[in-house]
């Protein structure tokens, strides 16, 4: 019969988290204890080991803590609903694996001659991919700031790209890393050169998405780069202060046009 409480190691051990990582989500009001005993032992009940699963869940799908608090206590979370939301998610990446082996397959089965395969289908999974990454993690806030219309045309864009303009939109994202990490390590100014050839590679990089391009839009696009911890996370993966020199400095050079 499984226990009614957990202490917080039990629960540690439960869910393949640390202790640490349970008190600093008391510590935040993210997940607080069911009660705390005389010797300040945390304690967990039943409704605690379904919240951190959610908790969980989320994080997997990239959630930042404080976007997770605030739909899990919002009033009105419907935990059947989000697990519900939850499977969808997981049978949308199934889909996407099945298309990643069926590619990888037909690839195989052409370099065999057993099949001809075209320059095209070697990249569909991978864009498509890449498109239904960007929606689970960005697409309800982009669609609320930019509206349905725009979000589908940019993902038409995306998946309507030849190998060659797929491989340059690619390397556009790899190259205006690398610069970004150049210049925040070596101290170069967001009003510089260097940060001038970083907002023009961004824009040119927008551009092969966006139905339309403003430098308005791209400003807004920016201040999400620091606001939202998932940018903020991805842009500074290698080099702390990435996210917020490339907001200085599209903010700078669109202005200067």
Not at 137 to 143: H, K, P
Not at 228 to 245: L, W
Request: net charge negative; glycine share 6%; aromatic share 10%.
């Amino acid at each position: 019969m499984k226990p009614t409480e957990y202490s917080i190691k039990q629960l540690a051990q439960l869910a393949g988290v640390s202790a640490r990582t349970l008190r600093y989500y008391d510590e935040i009001g993210l997940l607080k204890p069911l009660y705390v005993n005389e010797a300040g032992y945390r304690f967990y009940g039943e409704m605690q080991l379904n919240l951190l699963q959610q908790i969980l869940f989320y994080r997997e799908r990239g959630l930042p803590l404080q976007q997770i608090a605030a739909v899990l206590y919002d009033g009105q979370f419907d935990i059947l609903a989000a697990l519900e939301d939850h499977l969808l998610e997981l049978k949308k990446r199934q889909q996407q694996i099945k298309e990643l082996i069926a590619t990888v397959e037909k690839t195989i089965a052409a370099m065999k001659g057993e099949c001809e395969m075209q320059d095209e289908e070697k990249f569909a999974a991978f864009k498509q991919n890449l498109v239904q990454q960007h929606e689970a993690l960005y697409g309800a806030e982009l669609r609320q700031n930019y509206g349905d219309d725009e979000v589908d045309a940019s993902q038409r864009k995306l998946l309507q790209m030849t190998e060659a303009d797929y491989e340059r939109f690619q390397n556009l994202g790899a190259e205006i890393q690398r610069q970004l990490e150049a210049a925040v390590y070596s101290g170069q100014s967001a009003d510089g050169e260097a940060a001038r050839s970083i907002v023009m590679l961004h824009k040119e990089w927008l551009g092969m998405t966006w139905k339309q391009y403003t430098a308005e839009a791209h400003r807004a696009l920016a201040q999400t780069y620091i606001a939202d911890e998932r940018f903020q996370q991805y842009y500074d993966r290698n080099q702390t202060g990435c996210a917020s020199f490339l907001e200085q400095a599209i903010r700078y050079w669109t202005t200067q046009e």
